[in-house]
């Protein structure tokens, strides 16, 4: 009786010390912010001297305009470098899933870019949109066309273009696996029954990767709502607001403006919204799996 009693209780015994791990350095810190969001609390203050305020915070920044603005401008960044990010990254795997001579190499030397740390990455492209000696403006000049304000009148789609060259590759990466784990009999099914590339594409690869594409779709779009050096370095947020993305404004509010709770208000609406779109992401998945049960239960009835 106590021998099966342990082993009804080993499962939790080693799941315990992950369990408590989870807690101090997840829940802990997730519940000091949320309860750091209802007081009036700067750094000056422990937050158990800080005034208990209820809501106001929250509702102070549901009518800040500069809010607005910051969730704007993330919401606009982060979907425009994910889509333009999937678009090139599956493409390039499509493109790549070949044997070529020399091929390794030319992977290895997409994923490059990932491997650099973001400072040095916004550090490469603020000298790369410098007015003057940046190799953009030079080359420009070369060509016999006016230079551009990079950094100024199209600071947020250069903010995007460092971004969407830094992290094509993740995509490319994970779809490239995606791809060389599809069956290879359905693709071989398909060219017996004379489908060209474009519809092996369209309707076996596209289809069958889908589940990892969204996937890899979430983790960078939650990835870029988080998206903190690289901005700062290139634009510190600037000219006015317009590069100035949540993860920056919330940086701003703590340090700057020394309002921790107003600061971890705007966190835990950052965190309302990427949770939403974590449902949304896995409910679609979830639908998309039902859709294609339904439809293997149908050919096998018709067959």
């Not at 992977?107 to 490059?112: A, C, D, H, Q």
């Amino acid at each position: 009786m106590l021998t099966s009693r342990l082993n009804r209780l080993s499962p939790y015994m080693f799941m315990a010390p992950a369990a408590v791990i989870m807690a101090i350095a997840l829940i802990y810190p997730l519940g000091y912010m949320i309860w750091g969001s209802f007081r009036d609390w700067d750094p000056s203050q422990t937050i158990g001297e800080a005034e208990f305020v209820g809501l106001k915070n929250y509702i102070t920044l549901w009518g800040d305009p500069n809010f607005h603005e910051s969730l704007g401008v993330t919401l606009r960044f982060a979907f425009i470098c994910v889509i333009v990010e999937m678009i090139i990254g599956v493409g390039l795997a499509l493109l790549l899933d070949r044997d070529i001579r020399g091929m390794s190499l030319l992977r290895t030397m997409f994923i490059l870019p990932m491997m650099i740390a973001p400072v040095v990455v916004g550090l490469m492209w603020r000298y790369m949109y410098h007015p003057t000696v940046g190799t953009f403006n030079r080359t420009l000049e070369w060509l016999g066309l006016p230079d551009v304000d990079w950094l100024g009148q199209h600071a947020l789609m250069s903010v995007i273009i460092a971004d969407i060259w830094q992290w094509t590759p993740f995509i490319f990466i994970l779809s490239l696996a995606a791809l060389q784990s599809l069956p290879r009999s359905a693709l071989e099914a398909a060219r017996i029954d004379g489908a060209t590339a474009w519809q092996q594409i369209l309707y076996i690869k596209l289809p069958l990767m889908m589940p990892v594409l969204i996937v890899t779709a979430l983790l960078r779009l939650i990835d870029a709502f988080k998206v903190l050096e690289v901005i700062l370095v290139l634009t510190e947020g600037g000219p006015g607001l317009s590069t100035e993305i949540l993860a920056l404004r919330i940086s701003r509010t703590a340090t700057e403006f020394r309002e921790l709770g107003v600061a971890a208000a705007m966190s835990n609406y950052l965190l309302i919204l990427l949770m939403l779109l974590t449902v949304a992401m896995i409910g679609f998945t979830k639908w998309q799996e039902a859709r294609a049960a339904k439809l293997r239960m149908a050919n096998e009835e018709d067959s």
